[in-house]
């Protein structure tokens, strides 16, 4: 290892790979600061001054291809990664999403820290600040971590690292023998195929199509308790499968079954990892016409997941077998990342709890988009700011048009769970 060198992790390695061609291998923080934001000088000035809390941002690929490490930049400067976008002319709010689109089917450069921001005016006075971080630098948890010691003015000390799955490692020693008993479960759940071809099944371009959606966090949490018990993610599951159903429906007539990949968070508070996160697959019930029986059918297929924490036996399975063959374990892991096995991942990502700021102008809304993989034509995303949760659409336009509609698919559900549980 070389002096200051940080070796990758196995994820992060294989994240890097990924990468190609028609695929980016960033994720994208659009966070909309209100009118009187900073100019570009006062941003770059600003978190100049907090990197130290954020000493990932200043360091670079580097190392041997058989051993890459995170080194340090010696030529790191900051006027390459705070950026205005294009030639600085405010944008109407409703160009934001094509000019959120071009900018993230842009590569990073490899040969600098793998960030930029680009400050996106708008005509209204707010400005877009569209941030895009590479994923093996960081996950959605460890990318708010990161938000919140470079750019969000200071939040309550007593606010905790948002994780919506306290479970980690220690606990897997623990759940051994339980883990044992469900690993034949575990598999036939994971490994199942899907009965037909996903419709986002493709080979994908270079350009992208991005949609943002937003609801109120309360309501949906509350509307999915009060109508089947339900948690806030399988609330988030259900609008979904209904936003889907009907684009399905429309585009394609023959619904079949959609199985989802739901990445699950295994950081703890204190670690410093970029990538800590498992996942587990479940099928969408977009057969169903009613919006209570779907989620009632998510809740059901959710909990099971959860009471036998599939999530951590997926990352337990994937440990040991990389421990004894990694070809067994990247085997393993091609067959899963299968279109026959999951159409379409689904991340929702805890935000700030309470309303944010920069330097001094409030944070309207705050939306990620994560990159979308070959066959895999189709993406999303939800990360909370304070009582909203904001959805982001990521999609192959050649393969999945009118992306928008989906978004809005998932505001209009929202709004019926709300109806329907009159809470």
Not at 218 to 241: C, E, K, P
Request: aromatic content about 4%; proline content about 6%; some cysteine.
């Amino acid at each position: 290892m070389s002096a200051g060198g940080v070796p990758l992790e196995e994820a992060d390695r294989t994240i890097l790979a990924l990468e190609g061609p028609t695929v980016v291998g960033h994720t994208c923080k659009v966070v909309v600061v209100g009118p009187g934001a900073p100019g570009v000088p006062e941003l770059r000035e600003s978190i100049a001054a907090r990197l130290d809390a954020a000493p990932a941002l200043t360091r670079r690929l580097g190392g041997t291809e058989d051993a890459p490490e995170w080194v340090p930049d010696a030529g790191f400067d900051l006027s390459e990664h705070v950026v205005a976008a294009g030639d600085g002319v405010p944008v109407a709010r409703t160009a934001l999403r094509g000019e959120v689109a071009r900018l993230f089917a842009l590569h990073l450069d490899r040969d600098r820290p793998l960030w930029r921001i680009d400050c996106v005016a708008l005509e209204d006075g707010a400005t877009a600040l569209v941030w895009r971080l590479h994923h093996a630098l960081a996950d959605g948890t460890a990318s708010m971590r990161l938000a919140r010691g470079m750019l969000w003015d200071a939040v309550p000390a007593g606010e905790p690292l948002p994780d919506h799955h306290p479970h980690t490692a220690a606990g897997h020693a623990a759940d051994e023998e339980r883990r044992q008993a469900h690993l034949a479960a575990f598999l036939r759940r994971e490994f199942a195929r899907s009965a037909g071809r996903s419709p986002f099944d493709g080979r994908i371009g270079r350009r992208r199509q991005i949609a943002f959606a937003s609801v109120s966090l309360r309501r949906l949490h509350d509307a999915g308790r009060a109508l089947a018990g339900a948690t806030l993610n399988d609330s988030v599951l259900a609008v979904v499968a209904g936003a889907l159903r009907a684009w399905v429906q429309h585009h394609h007539g023959d619904l079949g079954g959609v199985r989802v990949r739901v990445p699950v968070s295994l950081h703890h508070e204190g670690d410093d990892a970029g990538n800590r996160d498992s996942y587990f697959s479940v099928a969408l019930p977009l057969n169903e016409p009613d919006p209570v029986a779907r989620l009632r059918a998510v809740h059901e297929a959710t909990a099971v997941r959860k009471a036998d924490h599939d999530a951590e036996e997926m990352d337990h399975l994937l440990q040991r077998l990389s421990g004894v063959s990694p070809r067994l374990s990247q085997f393993c892991q091609r067959i899963e990342g299968s279109p026959r096995h999951f159409a379409v991942n689904v991340s929702n990502v805890p935000g700030p709890r309470t309303p944010v700021s920069v330097l001094g102008t409030p944070v309207e809304s705050l939306h990620s988009v994560a990159e979308i993989g070959e066959r895999h034509a189709l993406r999303i995303t939800a990360v909370s700011l304070a009582g909203t949760l904001c959805f982001g659409f990521c999609a192959d336009p050649d393969l999945v048009d009118d992306v928008q509609a989906m978004a809005d698919g998932v505001e209009q559900g929202a709004a019926e769970l709300d109806r329907l549980a009159g809470v």
